[in-house]
């Protein structure tokens, strides 16, 4: 048991400090929003997260995890997390005011030789810059970067099961003392220096926005050739030195990580005079995909009088209520400015979307946001739109057009039910004159559903893509 603090209930921090209890550590959490320790202390979480609040309560019964906003609690712990956001600065580049802030805070607080690990995404060089303070040297307190790779949705599982542990620091003790600290994970530790464990996590995150881009650039040629983007995705993925992860089309990337961290690369790369045309070229497409998906349900109810537009969900990716730069969020609001009705359903973000988009007509259920709608957009594969009944929605609805924006619905079947099938570079289906061979074919039970199966039943993600994002492991935690 190693006694240790972590900065910050966000996302990170939160699923650190409950994942560090689980892993029998005594943790501290310490906030600063004394709104969100209350709540904490009673057992509500800010975040939907599949296994965290589970883990939270558990821990915090169990007196290994408490939550404050004092930062004298850090004097006890021999290493001290901060997990507090970087935005992004007006001109791209990571903002590091709530990491200074932290570290003002604490370093009065912590014992000689404690270590600070820098879990927040930061710009390569931070780490040495904190650790070259004044204070710091002063209070003899080693600086780790320590960099963490968890998605949301799967967030938990993720803590627990890493690809690998990356320790960056200066010397030797630091790395062992950390490295103690994940001993119970079964994941190899890799110690680097400060420096280049920083530049790993911004890479990380650019090249899997660079492989859905790419794909998302495909999927148009492969539009305008009449080829299966799907097709495509599974050949290469199969392709041992490629690897199927991270190739789906579609609405793109969002979230609070890829698209502040491509372009938080890019600025620092500009400021040490690095030219980074890939980088700009993977943000520039994604902002296409968004623009695509509006041109298409733009056209659709096109010369239709006071048009409804639905939308199936609203938060950036399955199992998360988060909506930080989610792609529906710019559809929903590019079509209420243009006079359109949006009408908006998520089992999960209602709430944290009408806090930025207070115009859209929210729905609790997704068979009334689709009542009388004349188009309609997937924007989220939530589990839920897979059931859906489409022979009742298509009774309900007053337009056909069902523009897909995950590529995640059996288009074959959605166009037999008088649907306009619309997706991102699925040809065949959008044609609807596609026999789409490895969908192989439609299973009579799957009728009221409208999930894409390839020939062995598989739904799209297993064939193509493994598990869909998280559902299955989350839940399994
Ligand atoms: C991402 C990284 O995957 C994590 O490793 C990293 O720790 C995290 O950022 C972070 O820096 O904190 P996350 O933002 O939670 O995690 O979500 P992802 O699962 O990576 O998805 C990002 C976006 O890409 C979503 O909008 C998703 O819909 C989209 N996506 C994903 C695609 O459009 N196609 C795909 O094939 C996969």
Redesign the pocket.
């Known amino acids: 048991m190693v006694p240790v603090a972590v900065v910050g209930a966000g ?2 921090g939160l699923v650190t400090a409950a994942c560090l209890s689980e892993l029998g550590h005594r943790v501290t959490c310490i906030e600063v929003d004394e709104t969100k320790v209350i709540a904490l202390g009673a057992g509500d979480l800010p975040i939907h997260e599949p296994g965290l609040r589970e883990l939270v309560w558990k821990n915090a019964r169990d007196g290994h995890l408490q939550f404050t906003g004092d930062y004298e609690r850090t004097r006890y712990a021999e290493s001290v997390f901060i997990a507090v956001p970087t935005p992004s600065g007006d001109d791209g580049s990571a903002d590091l005011s709530y990491v200074l802030q932290a570290m003002d805070s604490l370093v009065p607080h912590v014992q000689p030789g404690t270590i600070i690990v820098i879990k927040s ?1 930061v710009p390569v060089g931070t780490g040495d810059g904190i650790a070259r303070l004044q204070s710091v040297l002063n209070a003899r307190i080693e600086v780790v970067s320590n ?9 938990v599982h ?1 803590f627990l099961h890493p690809d690998r542990v990356v320790i960056g620091a200066e010397s030797a003790e630091a790395v062992e003392r950390v490295a103690r600290i994940y001993a119970s994970l079964e994941a190899p530790i890799i110690a680097v220096d400060r420096r280049s464990a920083e530049l790993a ?1 911004y890479t ?2 650019a090249l ?2 660079t ?2 881009s790419f ?2 650039e495909i999927s148009h040629i492969a539009a305008a050739v009449n080829a299966d983007i799907d097709d495509v995705a599974r050949i290469v993925g199969m392709d041992r030195r490629i690897g199927p ?14 698209p502040k ?1 491509v372009l938080a690369l890019s600025s620092a790369a500009s400021s040490h005079g690095c030219y980074t045309p890939i980088l700009q070229a993977v943000y520039e497409v994604n902002q296409l995909q968004g623009k695509h998906a509006a041109e298409l349900l733009l056209e659709a109810i096109s010369g239709i009088d006071d048009p409804i537009v639905a939308i199936l969900g609203l938060a ?2 399955p199992n ?1 209520d988060d909506v930080r ?3 529906a969020l710019g559809i929903a609001q590019q079509l209420v400015e243009e006079g359109i009705i949006v009408r908006a359903h998520d089992p999960f973000a209602l709430v944290n979307a009408g806090l930025v988009l207070p115009d859209v007509e929210y729905r609790e259920d997704a068979y009334s946001a689709l009542d009388g709608a004349d188009a309609v957009l997937l924007a ?2 939530w589990e839920e739109y897979y059931d859906l009944d489409w022979i009742l929605v298509r009774e309900s609805m007053r337009g056909k057009t069902v523009v897909d924006g ?1 590529n995640a619905l059996n288009g074959v079947l959605l166009n037999e039910l008088g649907f306009l099938y619309r997706s991102f570079g699925r040809a065949a289906q959008t044609n609807g004159n596609g026999s789409a061979p490895h969908a192989g074919t439609i299973d009579a039970s799957t009728l009221g559903g409208t999930m894409q199966t390839n020939g062995n039943g598989a739904a799209p993600y297993e064939a193509a ?1 493994g598990s869909p ?2 559902v299955s492991e989350a839940v399994a935690e």
């Open positions: 996302y990170v995404t960099p963490e790779f968890l998605r949301q949705g799967t967030a993720d996590k990380a995150n899997l926005a492989r859905i794909m998302n992860a991270f190739l789906r089309s579609g609405l793109g990337w969002g979230g609070s990580c890829f961290d950036f990716k998360t730069g989610s792609p989220t594969e995950r893509f994002p998280g």
